[in-house]
């Protein structure tokens, strides 16, 4: 069986958040392309919200609009919900137990963001012997800098996932995806 695993796309990522990402709503728009096919189809959808626990904190804190499920993806009835804490979806949560219950072997992974949550949570899910599909532009990510020097979101995002797509999943559109199943 596959599940679907959608990753922090909460309404900090968005216009008027704390966090706002490049390309966050089409990236959502993707992404409940995706949970629809999911839903019609009757396979499982595991959203998964960050909440904050750092003092230092500046988005997804607890009780707030910032920390909510972004409208196009908000779960329905049955879905389960799981809430993390650290960019990987897996630790000290428990997404491998109801992962292990549903008898998944197959994942399909989108969310926010790609060059943290994105990437940790899709190295973990291979790590635990999960085959990986990752919706590429059913992500979103933001311009980061080291040393000085910027990195745009587009070549953030790129990187990432191209260096996913060598052994951790096969990274596909999310039209592709909705073509293929």
């Not at 959203?47 to 779960?75: C, M, R, W």
């Not at 899910?125 to 311009?143: P, S, V």
């Amino acid at each position: 069986m596959k599940a679907l695993i959608v990753v922090d796309i909460q309404n900090d990522y968005f216009e008027g958040g704390t966090m706002v990402l490049d390309g966050a709503l089409e990236a959502s728009e993707k992404a409940k392309q995706i949970i629809d096919k999911f839903r019609n189809d009757r396979l499982p959808v595991i959203h998964i919200q960050h909440i904050a626990l750092s003092p230092d904190a500046t988005f997804f804190l607890p009780y707030t609009k910032g920390a909510e499920f972004h409208p196009n993806v908000k779960p329905e009835g049955g879905e389960i919900v799981i809430t993390k804490y650290y960019p990987n979806s897996f630790l000290k949560t428990d997404l491998q137990k109801y992962l292990q219950k549903l008898e998944v072997k197959e994942l399909v992974i989108c969310g926010m963001m790609t060059h943290m949550c994105i990437d940790a949570t899709t190295r973990a899910a291979k790590d635990l012997g999960y085959e990986c599909t990752l919706i590429g532009d059913a992500c979103a990510t933001r311009e980061l800098e080291i040393s000085g020097i910027k990195v745009v979101s587009q070549e953030v995002h790129a990187a990432f996932l191209s260096a996913l797509d060598y052994y951790y999943a096969n990274v596909t559109t999310a039209n592709d995806y909705l073509t293929a199943n």
